[in-house]
């Protein structure tokens, strides 16, 4: 779908200048959003043996500051849209330092799950929403160029975190990494400080001259001019609640599609990354090797991440890119599919390869896919209505997997299993995405015909 015409904005995003800042900015917000939580696995083994806890208790950890930080989503929106994207990820990084410096004071796990699950994760849901949200502001034409760098920022981060924690570890334990740590979240504060709200041009409060006569244009604030009275304008709660969360995008057709086969897609997203590694060491390699599969596929996302907004910034694919994330879904299905047909440690190795090719792609298209259907203006909400609706999938992937794992033995049925719902959710995008062109286009012709009609009567009626 062609870009959101910069008409609706209320000025022409710059794309470049200061933008180039709010992508580092957004570099290092999401970058922390998205690997903060995998890196922390480093610390479970001596927290498990320390609290007498089970794996699954410990694991929980992760997974409740990733559902705190996609079921934020709603509130992070509302929040953006009333005070902007600066404060929110300055609170988020400050919200991320207390969870960790207070969970370093622990001594149960129920304290870790609410210091760092839940303050921690709603304080990334207050990093990642605004990040994604002002690129939209800062740039138009570039503006998939400058998505696929700032998610640039999940992979980078998680091979930087890996190993930086496992260096506080071996020196300070997990109390002194987490209070550390959460110094090092800090950094969130100074990547929202670089997003400088974009002023917009004072046009509606302003007075104009009618007739050599000041007027102030009517809005919807103001006072309304009916049969010679001025009327006050009423809104209903939930028309005014739509002014910090638009709930009229579950009419929009487009967003709909959207948020159904990503539903579908997350299912089978994240299990063959956490289940990559031991898939290696079911054939028999040691842990070594079977981490550097993990690295191996991290390194190749890393730079696939910005080459795929390149390409996505291109005159051909650009008012073609929900082809292309669709496309990029199928691929990544596919990948999964072939994995169990790798033989040997070459042959998980050229697996990884294509596997973070993918995931860089669907990553890179993420977000801006969503952001060509809805425009700039309600991409605040739709994202924030978007995650709190994936959140059920993230957090079920995994665990439906290992049940695959559990009931069969081998992992093989669980990256078929992927790979399966992965296709379905891409072929599904695929199709539902020709209908609504077609819808679009259909409904364009209308209303220009409408337009044409109306032209010609007050032709006859001017003649007459």
């Known amino acids: 779908m062609s870009p959101a015409p910069a008409s609706i904005l209320r000025d022409t995003p710059p794309d470049g200048g200061w933008g180039w800042a709010v992508v580092f900015g957004a570099f290092i917000s999401i970058g922390f959003s998205y690997a903060f939580p995998k890196a922390l696995t480093v610390f479970f083994k001596d927290i498990q043996l320390i609290f007498g806890a089970s ?3 410990i694991a929980w950890i992760s997974s409740i500051m990733l559902a705190a930080m996609y079921a934020g989503g709603p509130i992070s929106s509302i929040l953006v849209n009333r005070y902007g994207s600066r404060p929110v990820v300055i609170a988020g990084g400050v919200m991320c330092g207390i969870g960790m410096v207070t969970a370093s004071f622990g001594n149960t796990i129920t304290h870790l799950y609410i210091c760092v699950g839940v303050v921690g994760g709603f304080g990334l849901s207050f990093n990642l929403q605004p990040s994604v949200t002002i690129i939209g502001k800062y740039f138009q034409v570039k503006r998939p160029l400058a998505n696929g760098l700032a ?3 999940s992979p980078v981060f998680l091979c930087t975190l890996a190993p930086i924690n496992q260096f506080l570890f071996n020196q300070f334990g997990w109390r002194g990494s987490f209070f550390i740590l959460g110094a090092l979240l800090l950094n969130c504060c100074v990547a929202g400080s670089l ?3 974009i002023c917009p041009k004072p046009t509606g409060g302003q007075l104009t001259q ?3 006569t000041p007027k102030r244009p009517t809005t919807d604030r103001s006072e309304a001019q009916v049969n010679g009275h001025n009327t006050q ?3 209903g709660c939930l028309e005014n609640f739509n002014k910090f969360l638009d709930l009229s995008l579950f009419k929009h057709r487009g967003f709909l599609i959207y948020i159904v086969g990503n539903a579908v897609m997350f299912f089978g997203f994240f299990a063959p990354v956490v289940f990559l590694a031991p898939y290696a060491l079911s054939h028999g390699f040691d842990e070594y090797s079977s981490a550097f599969l993990l690295s191996i ?4 996302d890393m730079f696939a991440r910005p080459l795929t907004g390149l390409m996505a910034n291109t005159k051909w694919i650009r008012p073609r890119i929900q082809y292309f994330f669709s496309f990029a879904i199928i691929y990544n299905g596919l990948c999964h599919l072939l994995c169990p047909l790798a033989s040997g440690y070459g042959g998980l190795a050229a697996y990884s390869v294509f596997f973070g090719i993918a995931f860089g792609m669907v990553c890179a298209l993420l977000f801006e896919t969503l952001m060509d259907l809805v425009g700039p203006q309600r991409f605040s909400s739709a994202v924030g209505l978007a995650t709190i609706i994936e959140c059920c999938p993230v957090l079920l992937g995994p665990p ?3 049940a695959l794992v559990d009931t069969f033995g081998d992992y093989k049925y669980l990256y078929l299993m992927c790979g399966a719902v992965m296709v379905f959710a891409g072929l599904f995008l695929f199709v539902m995405n020709i209908y609504n062109y ?5 409904e364009r012709r209308q209303e220009e015909g409408q337009g044409d009609e109306s032209e010609a009567e007050e032709t006859k009626l001017s003649h007459a």
């Open 233 to 235: 304008l009423e809104k």
């Open 438 to 442: 077609r819808m679009l286009e259909r």
């Open 210 to 212: 009618t007739n050599g």
């Open 400 to 402: 439906i997997g290992g």
């Open 151 to 153: 998610m640039a920022g």
């Open 297 to 300: 596929m991290g390194f190749v």
């Open 55 to 57: 794996y699954s208790q």
């Open 195 to 197: 997003m400088r709200p």
